[in-house]
């Protein structure tokens, strides 16, 4: 299950804001950079103790940079407070505020050691103060080893500010990373922290701000989460009727592929839009309607007058849930094309699109990053490598809003960048990814613009996701997700 992090800041930045932050706090005379170093370490040491009240022997990973800085004041509070502690330092040649943070722990009567991997392997807490945010590119190999045999070890391990190896902007790995518990973040929250890989090394996140709020500027991406859904889900008004809960369109299902339209049209009511039709292939109406009756239905196998008509009718269409890109689909594709009608894109509709790229304001692109990679017409590990950068290309190609899914979905409209960490690998299942397309469409015909309706939706997505994995993340199926949906869509149940 996701972890809560409704209490964490929502302005998220890039290593570089930060950097300007701490600047801006020495240069107004506010602090200095080793009062920064040693707010940073006496809040590592607290996050220490409270995870590990036992007086185990810690062992102590500290690199050459501000983020070894922190290691050695917290390894020499550790020291004070009686608790058996021990010190690697990674290197020799360091920043001031490092050598001063060193200076300090020898005076203290505190011992260094050099590399050893057997001490590492039997050590059963672990603080990485390595790299932080000081690695852009390679881990190279005099760190990897460290980073190596922490990840050989059995112990806890907490890292500072980052784990050694994550990218700060991007939350990609530097070739080899630590495997963290628990990551403390310092100063301001890293974007790269809260999706992509990141979301996997990073283990549980905690945030101090340092005292650096003050100085900071406009963030690069804004965090969203549970606590954002009571703005948007106000009580219906008592005389509301369906046809102002607003009017949707799915269209996909072709042969053997009736599921994915079946959970898109369920999932868009389920979200709340009073009418759902569904343009599938003839022989899926059993599929579609045998348990769920509320939805229309339009067999189609060739477009006619009548596709035209349902698609007119409509206030929001959603293409792509088993769409395929045979002619069938193909020839939908083409008609939805051109309605005016906002239109949420997904699945196929996105392998269509990738072949012949177009722009549009009024949609909402919703791929994996397998369906990015062909938008754009590069590798799955391209994308990976910075999803920030992907979704802002993938936006600037095709136009409206575009979101990336996977861990801590990445949402941009050419303006604002939004990420949601929530979810959970429960949603790496056939059908998910149909069940959010539904949800946005549904939204958007009840009156969000596509920003908020894509932002919404994905949050109440992942955490419907992780109400249902209450009983488990493996085996969880998409259908799972419904009644979770409709609770979080009313704010007297959240």
Known sequence: MAQDLSQFPKALY?????????????????????????????????????????????????????????????????????????????????????????????????????????????????????????????????????????????????????????????????????????????????????????????????????????????????????????????????????????????????AGMAGAVRLASEACLRAGAGLVTVISRAEHQLTVNVSRPELMFWGCDLVDMEVYLRLGWAQVIVLGPGLGKHDWGYNLFKAAGLSDKPCVLDADALNLLSHEPRQQTNWVLTPHSGEAARLLGCSVAEIEQDRFAAVRAMQQKYGGVVLLKGAGTVIFDGKKMVVAPVGNPGLASGGCGDVLSGIIGALMAQGMDNMQATVVGVVVHGCAADLAAAKGERGMLASDLMPFIRQLVNSDLL
């Open 14 to 254: 890039t290593q570089a804001q930060v950097r300007e932050a701490e600047l801006s706090a020495v240069s107004q005379g506010v602090l200095s950079l080793y009062e920064l170093v040693e707010r940073a370490g006496a809040a590592a040491f607290e996050c220490l103790i409270k995870h590990n009240s036992t007086a185990l022997p810690v062992l102590i990973l500290a690199g050459s940079g501000n983020n070894g800085a922190d290691a050695l004041v917290c390894a020499r509070l550790v020291r004070a407070s009686g608790i058996n502690v021990s010190v690697m330092m990674a290197s020799s040649a360091c920043t001031a505020e490092c050598q001063q943070a060193l200076a300090h722990y020898l005076a203290d009567d505190g011992q260094l050691l050099t590399f050893d991997a057997a001490l590492i392997h039997a050590a059963r807490i672990i603080v990485d103060g390595l790299l932080g945010t000081g690695v852009q590119d390679t881990v190279r190999d005099n760190m990897a080893q460290y980073i190596n045999a922490i990840n050989e070890s059995a112990a806890w391990v907490l890292s500072l500010d980052l784990p050694s190896g994550v990218i700060a902007d991007t939350g990609a790995i530097a070739g080899v990373a630590v495997m963290a518990d628990v990551t403390l973040c310092f100063g301001g929250l890293k974007q790269g922290l809260l999706t992509g890989k990141s979301r996997h090394y990073s283990g549980e996140l905690e945030f101090t701000d340092l005292g650096l709020t003050p100085f900071f500027a406009k963030a690069s991406a804004q965090r969203v989460g549970k606590e954002t859904l009571k703005a948007y889900f106000a009580a219906r008004a008592r005389d509301s009727h369906k046809g102002q809960s607003g009017k949707v369109t799915v269209i996909g299902g072709d």
